[in-house]
């Protein structure tokens, strides 16, 4: 079975553009000099990378019988500049639950292995991450 996706993006101003997908307008940061109030396109190659993991969650807790409390995941991507591009990605996993180390582990492998970003750009980029108990 194969999925397909549609986006459609288009520039305001020089400032700014904005990305359209289901009933879902997002702000884009295209400025020269960069915006605080948006994401730029690294920021977004690692969001979606984020919400890959966390989307992932929800979908294999249940089949695991895992107990999860809450999840939370931050990124640090590297970018060059010549030619300009990721070249690496870390992220920490920050899992509340009472769940054992095994556990999480199993977890972590099946967060990897079955998600679609992440299988996507671990083809391309060096990722690298962590799981651990939330203190």
């Given amino acids: 079975m194969m999925l397909e996706y549609r986006v459609a993006a288009r520039r305001i101003d020089s400032h700014g ?4 997908a289901k009933a879902v307008r997002l702000v884009l940061d295209t ?3 960069g915006r605080d109030d948006a994401f730029n396109p690294a920021e977004l190659l690692l969001a979606s990378l984020a919400a890959c993991l966390l989307k992932g969650a929800e979908r294999v807790t249940p089949m695991l ?4 409390r809450g999840i939370a995941v931050t990124l640090h991507g590297v970018r060059q500049d010549s030619p300009p591009k990721m070249v690496r990605i ?3 996993i920050v899992v509340d639950t009472d769940e054992s180390d095994q ?3 199993l977890l972590h492998r099946n967060l990897r ?3 679609t970003i992440s299988n996507t ?3 391309t980029i060096d990722i690298a991450g962590t799981i651990r108990r939330k203190a």
């Fill in 121 to 123: 750009l671990a083809e």
């Fill in 90 to 92: 870390d992220y920490e």
């Fill in 31 to 33: 400025d020269m000099a």
């Fill in 17 to 20: 553009s904005e990305a359209e």
């Fill in 113 to 115: 292995k079955y998600g």
């Fill in 65 to 68: 019988g895992f107990d999860l």
């Fill in 103 to 105: 556990r999480l582990d």
